[in-house]
């Protein structure tokens, strides 16, 4: 059986909670019918304030409760708590630990690698991955930029055409049959969530628009390599580009090729996705 590709977006509520207008108003062919087909999490978990992606991310790569672990929403990077929460708990530790076979397929560029050796601040995903013992950058899987190949700046058009980004989500899909779990952790949706304000700024939102339409010819390319795909978020922001800030919408968590449990929250999502895995929860 080949491998689960795991895309995990940052900062994209679901479309229920978006407001009309969205960049969830997009053509989606792939993404959207996948995301309209799942489910619908919380990520509040009951606590104040705005979710985080330190904490956020945590919960769906441990399965644990690390807002509760924290006693807050922490992020956007993981400090010491979390980061011993990851090393003990994370996903790609458990995993490897267990005789599979882990890879995050996200490219980090020099500058990435110069800047962490001024000043380590990972994320939580190269952070879980790195604390398993596994190197950024593995040389057997496709890498892809996490910006998708979209520019920073209008028109938005991207420089990476949308059948390239369809042809490497076949080469994941191809790298998956030697793998347990690759992940790509997507994270440029929750920059360009940032950029929101009253009125709605167009550009952001033409933004929003065009990389999840990347995303979509990603899923594509994924989905006809034949791949067990599951797809996340940790937070809502994008979905919503009246605020600048993170939102309490509930997130996306669905799969194609592979049948998850009802999860409730990010918490469960993380556990179903170890279950999928065939690891048991955490602790146990």
Not at 135 to 140: E, I, R, S, Y
Not at 152 to 173: C, F, I, K, N, V
Request: hydrophobic residues 45%.
């Amino acid at each position: 059986m080949t491998g689960l590709v795991w895309l995990a977006l940052d900062g994209v509520g679901h479309p229920a909670d978006a407001p009309p207008g969205s960049v969830w108003d997009a053509e989606l062919p792939a993404l959207r019918p996948l995301v309209d087909s799942g489910q619908a999490l919380d990520a509040a978990l009951g606590v104040p304030g705005l979710p985080q992606s330190g904490t956020g991310q945590s919960c769906w790569l441990t399965g644990v409760n690390a807002v509760q672990v924290m006693g807050e929403h922490f992020g956007p990077h993981p400090g010491p708590t979390l980061r011993r929460l990851l090393a003990a708990s994370g996903l790609p530790g458990r995993l490897t630990r267990a005789g599979g076979r882990a890879a995050l397929a996200n490219h980090y560029p020099p500058a990435y690698h110069a800047a962490q050796a001024r000043r380590p601040r990972p994320g939580c995903f190269p952070y879980a991955f790195q604390a398993a013992g596994l190197p950024l950058d593995p040389p057997d899987v496709p890498l892809l930029s996490p910006t998708l190949g979209l520019g920073y700046a209008a028109p938005w058009s991207g420089q990476t055409p949308a059948a390239d980004l369809a042809r490497l989500g076949e080469r994941l899909a191809h790298a998956a049959r030697t793998h347990d779990l690759i992940a790509a952790d997507l994270w440029l949706s929750d920059l360009l969530g940032h950029r929101g304000a009253v009125p709605v700024p167009p550009e952001p939102l033409a933004a929003g628009r065009a990389y999840l339409c990347r995303v979509d010819a990603l899923l594509t390319g994924l989905l006809e390599g034949g791949a067990r795909v599951v797809l996340s978020s940790d937070h809502g922001n994008l979905e919503n580009l009246t605020v600048k800030a993170h939102t309490l919408a509930r997130v996306p968590f669905a799969g194609a090729g592979v049948t998850l449990p009802p999860a409730g929250d990010i918490v469960g999502g993380g556990r179903a996705i170890a279950a999928v895995l065939g690891l048991p929860p955490p602790g146990s």
